[in-house]
């Protein structure tokens, strides 16, 4: 069996150059995927270790099959390279495996341990180079002392910081990425644990006991069959767990899927609530108005009566006295016309249809102002398109719900509004200087806390017309409401 891989040592260097490589590969193609996972962030420097570390393994191929053909080389630029290489590529391990203990957060911990082993190996490295006068020793004892240096360590950082990967990966629930974690840290503990160990034989303590030939003499094959099997399982199980991406994909789309489902339900019971209420006001409604019909006008109406039946006999017996009931009859007849034209305003403003959105509004914020103190300033941009009765309506009950609010809980003196016509839009902008409120708490509906109503009422009024109603406000900073609704064109002119 010895003679066998001894022959074909090319393919072993080319499969275990293959296995880091491809590892290496697939590494930089999954890591730009947008990840939260600590096992994302530190498989960075993984990737230049397979690649780096593959590259030397194939260089050493190509080392063997030039002396197989042209015999051996004493090039002076091959021993640096060889070096170079190799710890660079085991830095790379040692930064994997530090990443993985230390994760984000502890920076100054991460470079503390590669800046320690990285000193370390080179004052190490430089006592080799010094004290070895013949080329060929120093070479072999650079290239043991880098292997237990740097190559030992880093696979000890990488077999731990893998274990404690594991332990997260099954509390994120992917207990399969946690056991294809596990095989890799086994895969890297054989490869460093006794593939780094075994090495060429050289004055560097103990490969003057455990060395490549010792190893031969023991299990019947090189060295670098041991490392190029246990390369192939640790690249095989790396790629696997690579697999955490995807499913860190789908539990997110999952979560978000339920968020969605979650907030769809809360706008569904809210529209509810809010269908529940809009029967409740216009009950509430209907029963104020005839109670107003009742007690105003249907007294007016009642005295009316009475009266005319009472003058049709004063007409013949006291003319004079008639006259006096016509003209009694006449002042109640117009105070029942007064109030009954309040009451139909106060339902829907004819200045709403008969003039427009724009001069409806400047008679609300004119009553309003009257009646509170508080000074409201409209101004208006744009070309008055044609509205429909529904968008008009919307818009001006939106407008007259906001300063309605202000007006209640602001303690504002001062209401800006803007109504602007954009090409496809209205645009409409109530802006105070009240007191303000923390929307997160007064907009969100919890049990036992009442629900602002109002507020939820613009919003859904804007939605019905496939417009939006966006409330901002802070607490000492008044209170901010946007309006954007599409323009619904009927043949009245605004």
């Not at 249809?353 to 400047?362: I, N, S």
Request: charged share 20%; proline share 3%; net charge neutral.
């Amino acid at each position: 069996m010895a003679e066998f891989f001894t022959r074909n040592i090319i393919l072993v260097y080319f499969l275990y150059g293959l296995s880091f490589f491809v590892m290496g590969l697939a590494i930089l193609l999954e890591v730009g995927h947008a990840s939260k996972l600590d096992f994302s962030r530190a498989l960075r420097p993984l990737i230049g270790f397979g690649i780096i570390h593959g590259c030397h393994e194939w260089f050493e191929m190509f080392l063997i099959i030039h002396d197989r053909i042209y015999g051996p080389t004493d090039a002076a630029w091959i021993f640096p390279v060889r070096i170079i290489a190799l710890a660079v590529s085991f830095l790379f391990l040692i930064a994997f495996g530090a990443r993985l203990i230390t994760g984000v957060e502890k920076r100054k911990l991460y470079l503390g341990m590669l800046s320690t082993i990285t000193a370390i190996w080179l004052i190490g490295l430089i006592g080799v180079l010094v004290n070895q006068s013949n080329s060929q020793v120093r070479a072999i004892a650079a290239d043991v002392y880098t292997r237990y240096a740097l190559a030992i360590p880093g696979v000890i950082l990488t077999v731990w910081g893998l274990i404690l990967q594991r332990s997260r990966f099954i509390k994120l629930g992917m207990p399969g990425i946690g056991r294809d974690v596990l095989y890799a840290a086994i895969a890297f503990g054989l490869y460093g644990g006794i593939g780094q160990l075994f090495v060429g034989r050289s004055i560097i303590f103990p490969s003057d006991y455990l060395n490549s030939e010792v190893f031969l003499s023991w299990f019947g094959f090189p060295i670098q069959v041991l490392r190029a099997a246990t390369a192939t399982m640790a690249a095989i199980f790396i790629i696997r767990s690579l697999r955490a991406f995807e499913v860190e994909s789908n539990q997110r789309i999952n979560e978000l899927r339920e968020a969605q489902i979650a907030e769809q339900q809360r706008l569904d019971a809210l529209r509810a609530e809010l269908l529940h209420r809009t029967v409740i006001a216009q009950e509430s409604e209907r029963q104020r108005i005839a109670r107003e019909l009742h007690d105003g006008t249907g007294q007016t109406l009642t005295a009316l009566g009475m009266g005319l039946r009472g003058m049709s006999e004063m007409i013949t017996n006291n003319r004079t006295r008639a006259i006096e009931q016509a003209n009694q009859l006449e002042k109640v007849a117009t105070d029942g016309v007064i109030e009954l034209q309040r009451m139909v305003t106060g339902l829907h403003p004819p200045q709403l249809d008969d003039l427009g959105l724009l001069a409806a509004l400047r008679w609300y914020a004119n009553d309003i102002s009257s009646h509170s103190g508080i000074t409201i300033n409209i101004v208006n941009h744009g070309t008055k398109p044609n509205i429909s009765s529904d968008v008009r309506a919307v818009v001006f009950r939106i407008a007259q719900e906001a300063i309605t609010n202000v007006v209640r809980h602001s303690n504002a003196s001062k209401i800006d509004v803007q109504l602007d016509y954009l090409e496809d839009n209205i645009y409409l902008r109530v802006e105070d200087n009240g007191q303000g409120f923390n929307t997160n708490i007064v907009l969100e509906k919890k049990p036992g806390k009442p629900t602002a109503w109002g507020l939820l009422g613009m919003v859904e009024r804007a939605s019905l017309v496939g417009g939006t109603c966006n409330i901002f406000s802070h607490p000492g900073k008044g209170t901010l409401i946007e309006v954007t609704v599409p323009i619904i064109g009927e043949s009245k002119n605004d």
